[in-house]
């Protein structure tokens, strides 16, 4: 199983950012996937998850803010994240969410004052 982020970086404050995971080594299209991160000095938490019906679950900080999608077709899961806020940095992973995880290697979203 691979899992790639991409799509992390610096933004300002109410700025938005899209991540992408690509997947490769699963059936995709049966596969649960979520979003997690982890800010430093913190424990990772789980942001939003998607089934592969399409129906999603948040987080209570993230509700209204992010969403969460997926192509089957391609592969790939997506976290659009609109009215950042600094409280937000961290590094995001993405993760298999059935059985036991697998894990990509993260990328590093930093959202400024």
């Known amino acids: 199983v691979r899992l790639v982020e991409s799509g992390g970086g610096l933004v300002q404050a109410g700025g938005s950012l899209r991540l992408s995971c690509q997947a490769s080594?699963?059936?995709?299209?049966?596969?649960?996937m979520g979003w997690h991160r982890q800010a430093p000095g913190k424990q990772r938490e789980l942001v939003a998850s998607?089934?592969?019906?399409?129906?999603?679950k948040y987080a209570d900080f993230v509700k209204g803010r992010f969403t969460v999608s997926r192509d089957n077709a391609k592969r790939t899961m997506f976290l659009q994240m609109n009215s950042l806020k600094p409280e937000d940095t961290g590094v995001y992973y993405c993760?298999?969410?059935?059985?036991?995880?697998?894990w990509g290697q993260g990328i590093q979203v930093t959202v400024s004052s």
């Open positions: 993760a298999t969410a059935y059985g036991p995880p697998n």
């Open positions: 998607v089934a592969p019906d399409g129906s999603t």
């Open positions: 080594g699963i059936i995709f299209g049966f596969a649960a």
